[in-house]
T-cell receptor
């Protein structure tokens, strides 16, 4: 079945450090890929998405590229801020939309000033 | 974006009692809502798909009689954990899609931390 494997934390970085969170997936067909973020005390929010190979999703300085050849969707940000402290989830949907999302385990990021 | 509100955020109950968790879409009508469960250090796992006006669709391995889902209106779905036991302690999260966004994004509630003692 479909699955998502992502880096497990927790991870602590200093402000302005470079961030990479690895995410790889196993799926049949052509899934859509997502990164969700959960800030403390809040629900999950969509951070970015990509619906086909080579698409790049971007938002709030974060980027991720849909790599079909490596079945990956790594999340990157060049310079993190304290406000980026949150839990990040990689997810896929096998129906082209956001039905039946399959999630990774999530990774908690803490950014210190 | 659209708002999904989940209540309560935390609940502690005794073994054998039932607990109801509410999930509301505040500014849109959701014909479909999803219920997830998250165990410590594990992925969110889809439990069931809640369909307004009809029976929920449960994922394999999820007990229908244990986790009762009601989606009586376009803005409210409830999950009732019946005869709760300590192994039901977990983090439960609901989500809904906003038809106005073309179903390209799911909006999530804040989650409910259930502790059964």
């Amino acid at each position: 079945g479909n699955s998502v494997t992502q880096m497990e934390g927790p991870v602590t970085l200093s402000e302005e450090a470079f961030l990479t969170i690895n995410c790889t997936y196993t799926a049949t067909g052509y899934p859509s890929l997502f990164w969700y973020v959960q800030y403390p005390g809040e629900g999950l929010q969509l951070l970015l998405k990509a619906t086909k190979a080579d698409d790049k999703g971007s938002n709030k300085g974060f980027e991720a590229t849909y790599r079909k050849e490596t079945t990956s969707f790594h999340l990157e940000k060049g310079s993190v801020q304290v406000s980026d402290s949150a839990v990040y989830f990689c997810a896929l949907s096998d129906q082209g939309g956001s039905e039946k999302l399959v999630f990774g385990k999530g990774m908690k990021l803490t950014v210190n000033p | 974006g659209a708002v999904v509100s989940q209540h309560p955020s935390r609940v502690i109950c005794k073994s054998g009692t039932s607990v109801k968790i509410e999930c509301r879409s505040l500014d849109f009508q959701a014909t479909t809502m999803f219920w997830y469960r998250q165990f410590p250090k594990k992925s969110l796992m889809l439990m069931a798909t809640s369909n307004e006006g009809s029976k929920a669709t449960y994922e394999q391995g999820v007990e229908k009689d244990k986790f009762l889902i009601n989606h009586a209106s376009l803005t409210l779905s409830t999950l009732t954990v019946t005869s709760a036991h300590p192994e039901d302690s977990s983090f439960y999260i609901c989500s809904a899609r906003d038809p106005g966004t073309g179903h390209t994004e799911a909006f999530f509630g804040q989650g409910t931390r259930l502790t059964v003692v």
